[in-house]
């Protein structure tokens, strides 16, 4: 299976500042179509989670342009440009290139 | 409305069964395919299962594999999965969401199964 490593696992930031999230697999997630199948989530405390970016750097519908997606082959990041108060929670990378689809540990983002 | 609702939580022993559903509405279910997603509490997500559009495929996750089957009736816009032999490590919240492109656009808002004697 395909491991799915982030970093950090907590982060403090201050409102305003930039914040980043790295995500490493432990296989190229190129699919054979030549597609990367790499997505990032947000969940905030008792809410389902929901789609920020899909395919390395689509920003999902609805999603502000603070969020950007990067990367290629195994290692991926996700930046917040100025972070704001709603944009607390938990940060998942997710891979579905390959069966079984897996998640990172998730990046717990809080305000210092 | 675009949603989706899933039902069939509940308290079960371990080594019991138990079926949980996906209703879907708003969109035409039929073209997309659906996923389950876990989380046991305090943890990081899991994904589960997927079936195809059509139900002609399925794939599982290792902790799904052999115990858990995932199917759907698209005349009734509604996923299932059906879990047997439950552990206590089975205890999560499950959610369905939605495949397609882009995979996992919408969500339930889940349905807690706990496992425990």
């Known amino acids: 299976d395909i491991v799915m490593t982030q970093t950090p696992l907590s982060s403090p930031v201050t409102l305003g500042q930039p914040a980043s999230i790295s995500c490493r697999s432990s296989?190229?997630?190129?699919?054979?179509?030549?597609?990367?199948?790499l997505s990032w989530l947000h969940q905030r405390p008792g809410q389902p989670p929901r789609l920020l970016i899909y395919?390395?750097?689509n920003r999902f519908s609805g999603v502000p342009d603070r969020f950007s997606g990067s990367g290629a082959g195994t290692d991926f990041t996700l930046r917040i440009s100025r972070v704001e108060a709603e944009d607390v929670g938990v940060y998942y990378c997710?891979?579905?290139?390959?069966?079984?689809?897996?998640f990172g540990q998730g990046t717990r983002v809080e305000i210092k | 409305q675009v949603q989706l609702v899933e039902s069939g939580g509940g308290v079960v022993q371990p080594g019991r069964s138990l079926r949980l559903s996906c209703a879907a509405s708003?969109?035409?279910?039929?073209?997309?395919?659906m996923h389950w997603v876990r989380q046991a509490p305090g943890k990081g997500l899991e994904w589960v299962a997927v079936?195809?559009?059509?139900?002609?495929?399925?794939y599982y996750g290792d902790s799904a594999k052999g115990r858990f089957t995932v199917s759907r009736d698209n005349s009734k816009n509604t996923m299932y999965l059906q879990m047997n032999s439950l552990r206590t490590e089975d205890t999560a919240v499950y959610y369905c969401t939605r495949g397609g492109v882009p995979y996992f656009d919408l969500w339930g808002r889940g349905t807690l199964v706990t496992v425990s004697s």
């Open positions: 296989q190229s997630l190129v699919h054979s179509n030549g597609n990367t199948y």
């Open positions: 997710v891979q579905a290139t390959h069966f079984p689809w897996t």
């Open positions: 708003g969109f035409t279910f039929n073209t997309y395919g």
């Open positions: 395919r390395i750097s």
């Open positions: 079936i195809s559009n059509d139900g002609s495929q399925e």
